[in-house]
């Protein structure tokens, strides 16, 4: 059976809706429209039991409560809403915030954001794996630190940080973790205790949820973390979010959470098996082929490579039967090469020669085998300097 085409692997900047999703949410549309905080009448009530329960599924992928989850429109806002929320709620406790040079720019432009009101960012430089070296996070403390911002696992690269490590050494001085966990929650196990992470944002379109809703983690003990809300207006979400919540797509989102958690190891192990057999596929039929970031931790559906030789914006011109991308998403109208690649350690040229292939959910072999002959097929076919016709 030929392969139907173009075969979308690019899962790290927005996932297809899950179906049994979708059937959820169009059902919630349709049927359940009524607003939860209209609290005198059985459309109201039917409405706030069902963020009730999503909010219930949410907290459950995460090992939190359910009163430590806020829904939000995405990753971008709960991250706005986490570091600048946490930055003026803090101001009195000190003025001094720490990062790396792996984040999204969700968190890089809050932080410049705050830098430009006169807080202090420090920045630590991960290795050339593309791993954070807990050590460094610690040393970057001062005594008026009040939070760190480290992603969970790299949007470009796949890797996964030392979440746990570097939770043990803000717990032990006092310090707030925030972490940006679009790409990471539904993919990894992820437990906010056993992390000590204090704040942790998602997004319901990197789960096979839809866009336009996502949910920011608060710890409400051991510490409780206070946050001043970034909008105003009717004191919904324990009043940091303000606004008619989104009940068809809290659902939704809900529903992403509860089949990530059941389906999380299962979905590991068959793409991490599917990861493997491309990249095996590429290293058989091509040389100077590298991977870019540790093999180890790395999320099961990643794959960034750089192919000697060959530009990736040539190379995609040439690729129109498959769906990759070359960086973040968000960035990916710069013309120019990955700035995280840059970041650790590889040349422009190298940086501009790269692919980031993203595996999910529904991705098959047949669809494996394919890509990974065609791109073998137009690299080659490129570095001998001609084209390869599709």
């Known amino acids: 059976m030929p392969v139907k085409t173009p075969v979308y692997l690019d899962h790290h900047a927005t996932t297809p809706i899950d179906p049994r999703v979708l059937e959820v949410?169009?059902?919630?549309?349709?049927?359940?429209?009524?607003?939860?905080?209209?609290?005198?009448?059985?459309?109201?009530?039917a409405a706030a039991k069902l963020v009730d329960t999503a909010r219930e599924q949410v907290a459950a992928l995460l090992g939190a409560g359910a009163r430590e989850i806020i829904f939000t429109s995405g990753a971008t806002e709960s991250n706005n809403l986490a570091l600048l929320g946490c930055a003026e709620a803090y101001a009195a406790r000190g003025r001094h915030l720490v990062t790396t040079n792996l984040e999204h720019e969700a968190v890089e432009l809050p932080l410049a954001h705050l830098a430009q009101g006169g807080w202090r960012v420090s920045t630590v430089a991960a290795g050339t794996?593309?791993?954070?070296?807990?050590?460094?996070?610690?040393?970057?403390?001062?005594?008026?630190?009040?939070?760190?911002?480290?992603i969970a696992a790299q949007n470009e690269i796949g890797t996964i940080q030392p979440l746990a490590e570097v939770g043990r050494?803000?717990?032990?001085?006092?310090?707030?973790?925030?972490?940006?966990?679009?790409?990471?929650?539904?993919?990894?196990?992820?437990?906010?205790?056993?992390?000590?992470?204090?704040?942790?944002?998602?997004?319901?379109?990197?789960?096979?949820?839809?866009?336009?809703?996502?949910?920011?983690?608060?710890?409400?003990?051991?510490?409780?973390?206070?946050?001043?809300?970034?909008?105003q207006g009717g004191g919904q979400e324990r009043g940091l979010r303000s606004g008619t919540l989104n009940v068809p797509g809290i659902v939704a989102l809900g529903e992403a959470c509860r089949i990530a958690a059941h389906e999380l190891t299962d979905e590991s192990r068959r793409l991490l098996e599917l990861r493997d057999r491309f990249w095996h596929r590429l290293r058989e039929g091509l040389s100077g082929v590298h991977l870019n970031g540790a093999e180890k931790p790395r999320l099961a559906g990643n794959l960034n490579v750089s192919f000697e030789g060959v530009g990736s914006r040539k190379l995609l011109t040439q690729l129109t039967q498959l769906a990759v991308s070359t960086g973040s998403a968000c960035s990916s109208a710069d013309a120019g090469p990955s700035t995280i690649l840059q970041r650790i350690g590889l040349t422009p040229e190298m940086a501009g020669a790269s692919l980031r292939i993203g595996l999910g959910r529904f991705t098959t072999v047949q669809e494996v085998d394919f890509a990974a002959n065609r791109i073998v097929a137009v690299v080659a076919s490129l570095r001998d300097g001609g084209t390869e016709a599709e």
């Open 169 to 231: 050494i803000c717990k032990d001085r006092g310090v707030i973790l925030h972490t940006d966990a679009a790409q990471a929650a539904g993919r990894i196990p992820l437990d906010v205790d056993a992390l000590g992470v204090d704040l942790l944002s998602l997004s319901g379109h990197k789960i096979y949820g839809p866009k336009g809703v996502g949910a920011l983690y608060v710890r409400r003990r051991n510490p409780r973390v206070s946050l001043i809300p970034r909008q």
């Open 129 to 150: 794996d593309g791993l954070m070296i807990p050590e460094a996070i610690s040393s970057a403390l001062t005594a008026d630190t009040v939070l760190v911002s480290m």
């Open 25 to 45: 949410l169009q059902r919630v549309q349709r049927d359940q429209f009524g607003n939860p905080a209209s609290s005198g009448h059985a459309f109201g009530w």
